[in-house]
């Protein structure tokens, strides 16, 4: 079974710029969430979509947005780049049923992205 | 606020001893708690978890304690290999929040 897919893997834009990242889960997986990993802060979630639909938020500002398919592909957007968006964006996919309470999360190898 | 924290930054071991890598939670209303480990390059990957009704629990290799009186959460590896070496970091949700420790860096050598 092909793992969770993360596209691109890096990605260079200025300030300013907007960017759209892309995340295919796990055949059969329904729960998309999306994570920011920088030195300074460490792993922080973002958001998480199931069924089309966001289901739980982290605290970003409204900057951050995504979306789900219907095919449970995820797209995340981050618009009006600042130099401190420079980081690894991770998905993972899960199940679905219990996403952060009792189901096991499938992470990708992430998007390196650099705010220049 | 509340947070998730690692007692150490680093920790090296010699091949074959057991590791102890400890992560600090500070919500006492948190029900689930996972250990992650990443290498350089990859995406986290899946070790243990543990719900909060439970004291400990057991994988291969891999062993979750968890301390509810001093909010206190291990990840004991035996047998350590060279292939354990990578960043391990702690997670604990609660109310459909999920929040990470910093990490800490296993180093084993051979």
């Known amino acids: 079974k092909a793992g969770v897919t993360q596209t691109p893997r890096y990605l260079i834009k200025t300030r300013g710029q907007q960017v759209t990242l892309s995340c295919s889960p796990i055949?059969?997986?329904?729960?998309v969430s999306w994570y920011q990993q920088t030195p300074g802060q460490g792993l922080q979630f973002l958001f998480e979509y199931y069924s089309e639909t966001q289901r739980n938020k982290g605290n970003f500002p409204g900057r951050f947005s995504g979306r789900q398919f219907s095919n449970s592909r995820s797209e995340m957007n981050v618009s009006t780049l600042e130099l401190g968006d420079s980081a690894l964006y991770l998905c993972?996919?899960?199940?679905?049923?219990?996403?952060?309470?009792?189901?096991?999360?499938?992470f990708g190898s992430g998007t390196q992205l650099s705010v220049l | 606020g509340e947070s998730v924290g690692l007692h150490l930054p680093t920790l090296s071991v010699q091949e074959g001893d057991n590791s102890i890598i400890n992560c600090a939670y500070s919500n006492s209303a948190s029900d689930y708690f996972i250990w992650y480990k990443q290498e350089s390059g990859k995406g986290p990957q899946f070790i243990i978890d543990?719900?909060?009704?439970?004291d400990k629990r057991q994988g291969q290799r891999v062993t979750v304690l968890l301390n509810k009186t001093v909010k206190h959460l291990s990840l004991q590896i035996a047998a350590t290999q060279p292939g354990d070496s990578a960043v391990y970091f702690c997670a604990e949700t609660h109310n459909n929040d999920m929040r990470f420790g910093a990490g800490t860096r296993l180093t084993v050598k051979p």
């Open positions: 543990i719900r909060s009704n439970m």
């Open positions: 055949s059969g997986h329904r729960s």
């Open positions: 993972a996919s899960s199940p679905g049923g219990a996403w952060a309470t009792n189901e096991k999360l499938f």
